[in-house]
């Protein structure tokens, strides 16, 4: 049990350091961005409303008690071992830290424009 918490403390807490800074929010655009890649791309395992699917819930409740640095690395990092891919080929650090930090206030929804 306790090689089990040293390797889950390892994993959440490991990497807290490249995300103790933050930096500039997306503008606009690329906050649309972003919300859809979530929406869509996370979705796709995390499922369509984030309430879990092959991955875990990334709603506000499930996340609440995550440290957002921790919940930043492993948006940017993956989990090794695990489905969870790192997804800093296609953020950057601070972007990963604001997706952290919406999926904890809720997510918003993905803006579709009427034809």
Do not use: N, Y
């Amino acid at each position: 049990m306790l090689r089990f918490a040293a390797v889950l403390s390892a994993l959440l807490l490991g990497p807290v350091s490249a995300f103790a800074q933050s930096g500039p929010a997306p503008d606009a655009s690329r906050s649309r961005e972003l919300v859809r890649m979530v929406r869509q791309d996370c979705g796709s395992c995390h499922g369509m409303r984030l309430t879990g699917g092959l991955g875990p819930a990334l709603t506000r409740e499930a996340l609440a008690d995550v440290p957002i640095d921790s919940l930043a690395a492993v948006i940017f990092h993956g989990r090794p071992g695990t489905p969870m891919p790192p997804w800093k080929a296609m953020l950057s650090e601070p972007e990963a830290r604001w997706i952290a930090l919406r999926l904890q206030q809720g997510f918003p929804e993905e803006v579709v424009k009427a034809p």
